[in-house]
C-alpha cells in the first residue's frame, strides 16, 4: 500500500530552534510530495511542494529518494509556525488524490 | 476571501437519520473532493468528481453517497449515520486530478452523531 508515514505525533521546540518534521513515503514511480499547514482555527492549506523547490515561511523540505524522506526544515522556529503540518504525495498511477500522513503537531514556546 | 465554504461547521444528527453536508466553491475548479478525518488520523478521501464524473474510492461505505449538480456545489449524504461515522469531513478543490496541482480545502464540517 502506497503509505506517507509522519513518525512524530507531536514536535516541541523553543522560539529559535531548528526545526525537523519527518516524513517518509512509501511510492511507485516519480513521486509528488506535498507539505499542508493547518493553524489553529483555520483550513487546511498548501505550505510548499517538492518541485517548487521553494521556501515559504522559512521553510523547505528537500525529496531525498534514496532514503524516501521529504522532511520538513526551518532552521528558526517562531511563535507564529505553531500548527498541524501533513505530510502529502500524489497518487501518481494508483489514484487521483492528495494521500496523507497522519500529521505532526508543531508547538513553538518562547 | 473564502474559496471553498462547507456547511454547516458543526452538524449533529440522530443515530439512522440521514444528513447532508454541502460544500460550495467559487474557484471553478473541475474536481471537487470529500475526505474524512476521524481524530489523530490522515484525512481519508472518500471520493471526488472530476467534473461530472464520479469516482469512488473503493473502501468507502455505500452508505456515504454525493451529488454534484453543478460545478460549484458538491453534497455528502450520509443515508444512515452510525456512531463510527462522526469525524471531521473535508471538502477540497482543485484545477486537475492527480495532485499536480495545489488543493483548496474547506473549513471542515464536524459530524457529531447521538
Known amino acids: 500500500a502506497q503509505r506517507v508515514t509522519q513518525p512524530e505525533k507531536l514536535l516541541s521546540v523553543f522560539k529559535g530552534a531548528p526545526v525537523e518534521l519527518k516524513c517518509n513515503y512509501s511510492?511507485?514511480?516519480?513521486?509528488?510530495l506535498f507539505w499542508y499547514v493547518q493553524y489553529s482555527r483555520q483550513r487546511l492549506q498548501l505550505l510548499l511542494r517538492?518541485?517548487s523547490r521553494e521556501s515559504i515561511k522559512g521553510f523547505t523540505a528537500d525529496l531525498n529518494k534514496g532514503e524516501t524522506s521529504f522532511h520538513l526544515k526551518k532552521p528558526f522556529a517562531q511563535e507564529e509556525d505553531s500548527a498541524m503540518y501533513y505530510c502529502?504525495?500524489?497518487?501518481?498511477?494508483?489514484?487521483?488524490?492528495?494521500?496523507f500522513g497522519k500529521g505532526t503537531t508543531l508547538s513553538v514556546s518562547s | 476571501d473564502a474559496m471553498v465554504i462547507q456547511n454547516p461547521r458543526y452538524q449533529v444528527t440522530q443515530f439512522g437519520k440521514p444528513v447532508t453536508l454541502s460544500c460550495s466553491q467559487t474557484?471553478?475548479?473541475?474536481?471537487m473532493y470529500w475526505y474524512q478525518q476521524k481524530s489523530s488520523q490522515a484525512p481519508k478521501l472518500l471520493f471526488h468528481?472530476?467534473?461530472?464524473?464520479?469516482?469512488n474510492e473503493a473502501d468507502t461505505p455505500d452508505n456515504f453517497q454525493s451529488r454534484r449538480p453543478n460545478t460549484s456545489f458538491c453534497f455528502l449524504d450520509i443515508r444512515s449515520p452510525g456512531l463510527g461515522d462522526a469525524a471531521m469531513y473535508l471538502c477540497?478543490?482543485?484545477?486537475?486530478?492527480?495532485?499536480?496541482?495545489?488543493?483548496?480545502f474547506g473549513q471542515g464540517t464536524r459530524l457529531t452523531v447521538v
Open positions: 477540497a478543490t482543485s484545477r486537475t486530478p492527480g495532485g499536480e496541482t495545489e488543493a483548496f
Open positions: 511510492y511507485s514511480g516519480s513521486p509528488e
Open positions: 517538492h518541485i
Open positions: 502529502a504525495r500524489g497518487p501518481g498511477q494508483a489514484g487521483t488524490a492528495l494521500i
Open positions: 474557484l471553478n475548479h473541475n474536481v
Open positions: 468528481y472530476y467534473d461530472k464524473d464520479f469516482n
